[in-house]
């Protein structure tokens, strides 16, 4: 693969909801505009590590259902997140590990068995223009990603090549008689999603939470909310013993951020994910710890969902705790790739 080169990758099924992201548009909020960028970043930086990308990279990402692709030429890519069972003329491409996809090939997606959020990374760098510092697809306000809508059938992504990697799947390619080739290792265990069907969230409790009586307290804490299939990019709504927050009617707008867990007239939550709006009217018992955004964002419509109450002490303990782990992953996989050179 050389840097004079580009890839074409042609949309054949966009599945249900593809785009283009990357880390996000962070610094403008301020101006009403919304971070966006990938919903389970832990993923993405995986999936874009595996294939010799940079962890913050653009990548595709997809929602519940997986696209089908004819890729034109040669090229090295690998899925993180949610369990999509990609195949190749049949043949199951594994999760977690660098794939030498050859020209020619159709990769066929499905439905995910396990969590929402998939991503595929391919080695190179997405030809996709920046807006504000960032390709992510915001579907809003439509701008980054592909004229800032999902991918369509039809549509083409090109893609220039990175310097010559993968020196050692290119020689088991020239054996011949597969349909892809890959490495025998792949990642596993650490931050694969959860195959539990109800999940704990931590949040650091806000003002408003404190003010409930302990009645209202207890019966939240201890009872399970239900993703709805309502949920999308702006927020996961949940269903369950409804939350009595008293509103004002006076009650300001206020800044809102990633796991803001805002209660609405009705009392089922609202968690505001990565395409929420800036500002926020509802009150809030909360916000989601960060170290639990993954969790959040990997449910499915009919997942449980229960609420832990921490501190903000601990939320950060924790996530240093994650960060770390992270790291360590990253620096494992980057060694593994250099072997294949």
Not at 104 to 124: E, K, L, P, Q
Not at 157 to 179: C, E, H, I, Y
Not at 265 to 293: E, H, K, M
Request: glycine residues 10%; neutral net charge; charged residues 20%.
């Amino acid at each position: 693969m050389s840097t004079n080169q580009s890839s074409l990758i042609h949309v054949l099924n966009p599945g249900l909801l593809t785009t283009i992201q990357d880390k996000g548009r962070a610094g403008w909020q301020k101006h009403g505009v919304s971070v966006s960028g990938a919903a389970d970043l832990n993923s993405m930086a995986i999936a874009n590590t595996l294939v010799g990308n940079k962890p913050n990279a653009p990548i595709i990402e997809f929602v519940m259902v997986g696209p089908d692709f004819l890729f034109s030429s040669d090229c090295v890519v690998a899925f993180s997140g949610a369990d999509f069972a990609f195949s190749i003329n049949g043949n199951a491409i594994p999760l977690g590990r660098p794939i030498w996809i050859f020209a020619g090939t159709t990769v066929t997606g499905s439905r995910s068995s396990n969590g929402a959020f998939g991503y595929m990374a391919i080695s190179g760098i997405l030809d996709i223009e920046a807006v504000m510092g960032s390709v992510s697809t915001d579907t809003g306000s439509k701008f980054g990603g592909v004229e800032g809508r999902p991918l369509k059938v039809g549509d083409v992504l090109v893609v220039s090549d990175s310097p010559d990697k993968f020196a050692l799947l290119k020689r088991m390619r020239a054996k011949g008689g597969q349909s892809f080739v890959a490495p025998k290792w792949s990642v596993k265990g650490l931050f694969s999603v959860s195959g539990s069907k109800e999940q704990v969230l931590r949040f650091v409790p806000s003002e408003r939470w404190i003010g409930l009586s302990e009645e209202v307290r207890k019966t939240t804490s201890l009872g399970t909310y239900r993703v709805t299939p309502q949920s999308n990019r702006m927020g996961v709504r949940l269903s369950g013993k409804s939350i009595d927050m008293r509103k004002s009617e006076h009650e300001p707008s206020v800044p809102v951020v990633l796991g803001t867990i805002q209660v609405p007239p009705n009392g089922q939550p609202i968690i505001l994910s990565v395409d929420r709006q800036t500002i926020g009217g509802y009150p809030s018992i909360g916000v989601v710890a960060s170290v639990d955004r993954a969790t959040l964002v990997q449910c499915q419509p009919g997942d449980g969902l229960r609420f832990v109450e921490i501190s903000v002490n601990d939320a950060q303990s924790a996530l240093l705790t994650e960060q770390n782990a992270m790291a360590e992953l990253i620096r494992s996989i980057e060694h593994r790739i250099q072997e294949l050179n």
